[in-house]
């Protein structure tokens, strides 16, 4: 089983819709979990933190299920620019980050 | 703050030819990480550094690759010789090394090997 895993997608949306996706992961023991937003044919960028009691950034919602282990990452009233892969991070050990593969997500006019 | 810095930015080299990358991280981050990403896949770590002090080097192969961070600043990652299957992108990161610390990438060297 790898370390993390994300739904590749793509998901297809318009403007205005809500989308959300998980991200699953295998060491019961992390800790530490973050959303990175990756451009195409950039580096990736921090999207926010996840903390255990789920945390917002305007139209970003982070949330952490720990008995299932999943982090999932929904963004409300999409806007083309938020068309990009965005990477699941997790700690694997003490100093360990492991990312996902990325689930990509276009939004349409 | 300066964000960090990697060079070149694209690089093509025939197979078996010798090929370097610079980083200069964030100013004041001692933790410095060498990453590796092929197209479609998330960075796979290469090697970490925590100050001038190689912590992790796991995932480096160390037939081909080395790496260096000379007065725990500056690091370069070399390859020599290259093989056709290293051509990614080599993407250099920063940051305060505590485990809920967030990375600072550079924008990455494209690298292809002909």
């Known amino acids: 089983r790898k370390e993390v895993e994300q739904d590749p997608g793509p998901f297809n949306v318009p403007e205005g819709a809500t989308v959300a996706f998980n991200c699953t992961y295998s060491n019961s023991a992390s800790q530490s979990f973050f959303w990175y937003r990756q451009d195409c044919r950039k580096e990736p960028k921090l999207l926010m933190s996840?903390?255990?009691s789920g945390n917002e950034d305007g139209r970003f919602t982070a949330q952490l299920n720990r008995a299932s282990q999943y982090i999932s990452l929904l963004i409300r009233d999409s806007k083309l620019s938020d068309s990009a892969t965005y990477l699941c991070?997790?700690?694997?050990?003490?100093?360990?980050?492991?990312f996902g593969a990325g689930t990509t997500v276009t939004v349409r006019a | 703050e300066a964000g960090v810095v990697q060079s070149p930015r694209y690089k093509i080299i025939e197979k078996k030819q010798p090929v370097a990358f610079w980083c200069n991280p964030i100013?004041?981050?001692?933790?410095l990480y060498w990453y590796l990403q092929n197209l479609g896949q998330g960075p796979e770590l290469l090697i970490r550094?925590?100050?001038?002090?190689?912590?992790?080097d796991s995932q480096l192969p160390k037939d081909r690759f080395s790496a260096e961070r000379l007065k725990g600043v500056d690091s370069t990652l070399k390859i020599q010789p290259a093989e056709l299957g290293d051509s990614a992108v080599y993407l250099c990161?920063?940051?305060?090394?505590?485990?809920?610390?967030?990375?600072?990438f550079g924008n990455g060297t494209r690298l292809t090997v002909t």
């Open positions: 991070v997790v700690n694997i050990d003490d100093y360990k980050l492991s």
């Open positions: 996840v903390y255990s």
């Open positions: 100013s004041g981050h001692n933790t």
């Open positions: 550094y925590e100050n001038e002090e190689a912590v992790d």
């Open positions: 990161a920063s940051s305060w090394g505590q485990v809920d610390s967030p990375l600072h």
